[in-house]
C-alpha cells in the first residue's frame, strides 16, 4: 500500500510539475507540491532538490517527446523533406514545453539538459548522417557538431519565442528555413 501511495504521490508531483513549469519556469516547489496535493516534506521525499525535481519533470517530458518522434518515418524519403517533418514536430513538442526547457537550464545548466537529450539527438544524427550519405548535406562540418548545432539552434528559438523576439507562429517555418540552410550540401557548394 504505501509504495502504490508513493507511485501516486510521484506520478502526481511529475504532473504538477510538467504542468506548472510549462506554464512558469520560476514555479516554486511549495506550488508545484500544492498542485500535486502533497506537502513539501512528501515532496522532497521523493526529489530532494528543486533540481533533482527540474530533472525528473525534463525526463519525463523527454521520454513523451521521443515516443512522438519514434512514431516519424524519418528513414523514408528524401532526407530533407524528413528534415523538415522533424523539426515541425520537435518544434510542436518544444514549445509546448518551452518554460520548462527554460527552468531546466537555469536549474540544471546546458550541459546537463544537453545529456538528458541523448535519445532525440541520436535521432537526429541518423537522420543527418543518411542526408550527408545521400548527397544532401553538407560533408564539410563534423557530424557531431552539425547535431550540437541543430540542437543549440532550436534550444534558442524556445528562448527567443518565450522573450517575444519572435513571434511563435513564424517559430516553426524560421527552424526550417535556418536548418535547411545549416545542413544543406548546396549552401556549401554556393559559398
Known sequence: MARADAERNIAAILAAGQR???????????????????????????????????????????????????????????????????????WEVLDR????FVAADRAMGTTAVRERHAGPLLLVERLIARGRAEGDFRTDLPLPWLVSTFFAILHTMAQEVESARLDRAEASGVLVTTLESLLSARSRRAG
Open 97 to 100: 514545453h518551452s518554460r520548462l
Open 20 to 90: 506548472l513549469l510549462s506554464a512558469d519556469p520560476t514555479a516554486s516547489v511549495a506550488e508545484i507540491a500544492k498542485a500535486a496535493g502533497v506537502g513539501r516534506v512528501t515532496l522532497y521525499g521523493h526529489f530532494p532538490s528543486r533540481e533533482d525535481l527540474v530533472d525528473a519533470v525534463l525526463r519525463q517530458a523527454i521520454d513523451q517527446a521521443q515516443q512522438v518522434l519514434d512514431q516519424l518515418e524519418l528513414d523514408e524519403g528524401p532526407a530533407p523533406q524528413a528534415l523538415t517533418t522533424l523539426v515541425a514536430t520537435a
